[in-house]
């Protein structure tokens, strides 16, 4: 598989600043992105990307997810209900750490968190195939 992101040695990261709305996401939702390292195209089916996923204390999501590529995913702290409905009521609770990978087309979500937490996401598409 062909890799294009960045090299990048260890260097502080801001977790302050250079957070965004991740697609997909309510407006409002209070859930942000952090984009670590990145080569994904998702209209060329090719590339990777690492990120960090923050969910504010009782920030949910309204809708399941679905994506055309491998996504893994590490709870590294708080707590993530996956399964909530639009409402942001029910689902099943996971309490760090706590760990998940998806081949594409897998649904997923709605999540949910009452605590906060924050996830890190590596997202990859399989060019094996190609």
């Known amino acids: ?15 302050v600043n250079g957070w965004q709305s991740p697609p997909g996401y309510p407006p409002g939702a209070a859930v942000q992105e952090k984009i670590l390292a990145s ?12 990120r960090l996923l923050r969910f504010e204390a009782g920030a949910f ?4 997810f679905v ?4 996504e893994e995913v ?3 702290s708080g707590n993530l209900t996956v399964g909530n409905d639009e409402n942001g009521v029910g ?3 996971f309490a760090a750490p706590t760990y998940a990978c998806r ?11 009452e605590t906060g937490c924050l ?4 997202h990859y598409y399989d060019e094996s195939k190609k």
């Open 61 to 64: 999501s309204t809708k399941p």
């Open 91 to 93: 689902g099943e609770v």
């Open 39 to 50: 080569d994904i195209d998702e209209v060329n089916k090719s590339g990777s990307r690492t």
């Open 1 to 15: 598989m062909p890799m294009n992101k960045p090299h990048l040695e260890f260097h502080p990261l801001d977790m």
């Open 67 to 70: 994506h055309d590529h491998w």
């Open 119 to 122: 996830l890190y996401e590596i």
């Open 74 to 76: 590490y709870l590294v």
């Open 103 to 113: 081949p594409p087309g897998v649904w997923h979500g709605p999540f949910k968190s």
